[in-house]
Each structure stands twice: as C-alpha cells, then as structure tokens.
DNA sequence: CGCCAGGGCCTCA
DNA sequence: TGAGGCCATGGC
C-alpha cells in the first residue's frame, strides 16, 4: 500500500518530469493565470486555440485586456467554450490584478493570498489554486475532478470529501515543496488523461498494483 | 452521432 | 451548505 509519495515516485517513473504548465507567449505570469480561467472545465486543446488568438492580438497585457471590449474579448477566446462566462471572468481577474500588482500579490504568504484571489467572481478554490502554484509559485495543492476521481478509485478518499478536505489530505501527507506540487498535479493529470479516464484502462496502469478499482 | 473536457456561479430549499 | 441547472466549443 504506497502512501502518496510511494505513488508520486511510480507516476514520475512512469511519466517522467512533466514541466507544467505550459507556456507559449512572452509575458508567462498572466498567460498562466488567464489559462487557468479558459480551462475551467474545458479541455487544454481548446485553450490553446483562445491563448493563439489573444496572443497573436497581443492581449497578454493588463493594459489590453483592460482596455478591450467584453464582447470582443468573448470572441477571441470563443474555442475555449463558456466564452461570455469567460470573458466576464477575465475581466474581473485583470481588474483585480491591476488593483493587486503581482510584486505586491508575490509577498502575501499563501493563505491571505488564497482568500484574496478566492474574492473574485470567477476565480474559485482550483483555480486560485492553479494561479497560487503555477503563476506565483508558491506551495498550494491543486485538487481537481482528476485528483479526486483517482484517488477515490485507489481508495485514498471518499466520495463525500469536499475541495478542502481533499487538499488538506495532500499537503498533510507531502512535503511542502513547490515543485513536488506542480509535478504531482501534472502527473494526476496524465495519469487520468492516459489510464484512469471515465471509463478506466486498468490494464498496465503504473498503480494498478495497489488500486481497490472502486467505481 | 453522443460523450467528455485540468469549474464556478447562481438559485433555491 | 449542498445539490442541481447552466454555461459552449472542439476532439474523438
């Protein structure tokens, strides 16, 4: 029975190092905390598309996405799917970033950090995570449908665990290191994405070995 | 064709 | 405070 750290070493064995999150433009930081908005339950291909078109128009800038319309923003980043929801989202999270500089965002200790960006209308517990840990690099688990799916098939946490819940049992059981946490998360993710999808490939899974297989 | 994807907000008990 | 409805495109 491999506790977490027995799992992360079989998925970083199997996967290698995943170097998450992936990065196109120039300006990274805000590229990242606007993709972790796009992919709110939406698939990274798709992302990819929106971040091509805000990209080529130069809009990973605060001054730009500031200034464009919120019409016109939906339809730059219409592939990635709840486009008007989106757009809204984005605007929200650039006003606040244009109020909370990120020099001023890297000095908040990681629990203020959360509360304040958990204060935006569109941003909730995953992605203020995502932004906490890819963007500011600061040690704040992600815990999403992946995670939770994974490990209640493995046997590690119950159906009824909420975000917090399930967050708390990562960071209880790891050490709190930035770069274990952006690696884990990205290997949960091509774990689910390769073998423990919906419909779960068990077969030469890297845990198979110690999975209850739990449906 | 139907299913699904790196959620979050709003509403209503 | 928790479940359910809603948002939407593109890949397979």
Not at 2 to 30: C, D, H, M
Not at 31 to 37: F, H, Q, R, S, T
Not at 117 to 134: C, H, K, Q, R
Request: glycine letters at 6%.
């Amino acid at each position: 029975m491999a506790g977490l750290t027995g799992i992360y070493n079989k998925l970083l064995a199997r996967f290698g190092e995943q170097f998450w999150w992936p990065v196109t433009t120039g300006n990274s930081t805000l590229e990242i905390i606007i993709g972790a908005v796009l992919t709110q339950n939406t698939a990274w291909s798709n992302v990819e598309k929106a971040i091509g078109n805000l990209s080529r128009e130069k809009m990973i800038s605060i001054e730009r996405m500031r200034s464009i319309g919120e019409k016109k923003l939906a339809s730059m980043i219409k592939p990635s799917g709840y486009y008007n929801q989106k757009a809204r989202k984005l605007k929200n999270v650039v006003e606040y970033l244009e109020n909370n500089p990120l020099r001023q965002l890297a000095k908040m200790d990681v629990k203020q950090l959360r509360k304040s960006l958990l204060g935006v209308n569109g941003i909730g517990p995953e992605t203020a995570d995502s932004i906490i840990l890819y963007a500011l690099e600061k040690p704040s688990f992600v815990v999403d449908m992946y995670t939770k799916r994974i490990f209640f098939r493995i046997g590690l946490i119950d159906k009824n665990q909420g975000y917090e819940e399930v967050k708390q049992f990562f960071e209880s059981g790891l050490p709190k290191d930035v770069n274990v946490y952006k690696e884990y998360h990205a290997l949960i993710v091509e774990l689910a994405k390769n073998f423990c999808k919906k419909k779960p490939l068990c077969e030469s899974c890297p845990l198979e070995k110690n999975c209850e297989k739990r449906m």
